[in-house]
């Protein structure tokens, strides 16, 4: 039967040689249907994967935030028709935090095989980085980007944290990583621990974690930077 | 300055060089100082890494349960002797769920540099597997396993997901695992969706999801096997 193949992508411009797998590289060259948030950026990643043939004898359909769920059914034809898909993010692996997970759900509905391949996330990484401990943790997506909504939403990963002793993870959009440090090392407990992961795995990578306190004044560092956050209360 | 590195391994009996990026499998190869969970399993994991040196030949120190805490600042010798040090576990990525990530904060720390290395975590390819939407999720290790404790930690689970709209993942030992899901099924409502992802990456990968319903009297298709589970309230 068809399969849905759920292909990771490198997390920027470094080789998918060096950090994909042999199978997961191997997948990707083979298939010809893919479903991408992006088609352009679709074929830039299976170019530098090495894919065998010309980009535009490969199928490629869009789903992402403009997608009507109405639409999504009709993503799984080729897979009906009897052809493995692959889907593909922008970025590290598909159907995290990304509008792929209806298409995964939708493959389920109809028993069609999904396989998940194995690559890089960026929050993944920024966990096992952080040092503060993954026997429980929580990933948030966004958090708000007003006040006082925002320093409200850090205080209150704060009482989760301590109160599960479960890592609270969250990302930022580059242009405000900054200002989102600065709240986090204002609002947060002096001794609560922050976390930062930035351009993981990529060079100029930049990995720390430390007191709420030692992060005062230190948020040029990550000034327009692609940041994946940690907020723990102590040691795992 | 000597960086701790984080190094997966394969989640069971397959080929690292089919399942690890070779930028992982470069570091690991290159290192001779490492902190592991289980000494004799690191061993085998290296040697089927390719390390070009006699195991014996290799430093190893143990880090797991039994480790007290004020073990493990002087873990940190060799990094501050000048050797990079590689960190495994058991299985899948360092420093999740398991004790490494102490080792890692210790590091932080004393301003030692932690970079981790990409390769498989089951709890990742299980949530990009459910098709439940990663845009929030949280993990939970392992749920109680008497009741009435784990009906209602099943229940509170369903809650969070339908209140925040966040995947519940958890895992369970294999012996116990058909028991945890026949509880799903009886606890949670019909509707709400159950992941199932089994033996991740390896041979007889099980990935499924389905309603509770649909999952009543199916326990026996994970009968012993690891299995890490998810819970979702709705199309993401």
Known sequence: MATLYLIPVPLGPVSPD????????????????????RAKTARVHLKAMGHPQPMQALKFEELNEHTPATAIPQLLAPLKAGHDVGLLSEAGCPAVADPGAALVLAAHRENIPVVPLIGPSSILLALMASGLGGQRFAFHGYLPAREPERSQAIRELERTARREQATQLFIETPYRSAALLDALAGVLSPETYVSVGADLSLP?????????????????????????FGIGSQAP
Chains 1, 2 share one sequence.
């Open 204 to 228: 100029g990578q930049l990995i720390r974690t430390r007191s709420a306190r030692s992060w005062r004044g230190q948020a040029e560092t990550i000034k327009d930077r692609l940041v994946v």
């Open 18 to 37: 060096a950090c994909l797998p042999p199978d997961t590289l191997a997948v990707a060259r083979r298939l010809d249907h893919f479903v991408v948030e």
